[in-house]
């Protein structure tokens, strides 16, 4: 496993392409507390600016608890392809109407009764600390070497693996 620390660019393109095919995370708020509190949460979009975006009730936990704490913890896992993701970061909650329609997604009418629910809210997370496990090649070589490594009886040396901080 090597190590390659990512920043700037090259970091917000690592978070951007392993939290959107993803797509869920575990969303962790209340972070002195334990047990820390998570809960699953569909990503909207990560921006451009590496920014990660979430539709939610305001009148969740999680609202309540980062208006307490800004401070939050996402898990990121992309298991088809070998790609993990931690991110730590500051949430803000948006209630204006702009923001909601520009992140606005039909599946969200599964929660609420459209853009115009007095519930809905949208969180940015802005990463202040990032931590990414990938594979070089991709999955199907990290398999194909750990399994020439249990046929052989050879320790693999994972050479596929990268991991590092993105730091934007």
Known sequence: MSTENLTNTEAIKKIKEISEKAKFCMFATDLETLPITSRPMGL??????????????????????????????LFFMN???????????????????????EKWSAIANAWFDGKDDPNVSIIRVEPKESYYWDTKAGKLVSVLSFAAAAITGNKTDNSDGVEGNATI
């Open 44 to 73: 909207q979009e990560t921006d451009e600016s590496g920014n990660l975006w979430f539709i939610s009730s305001d009148a969740s936990n999680k609202n309540f608890e980062i208006k307490e704490d800004k401070r939050v913890q």
């Open 79 to 101: 298991n088809n392809d070998s790609e993990y993701l931690s991110v730590f970061g500051k949430a803000t909650i948006y209630k204006d109407k702009s923001t909601i329609e």
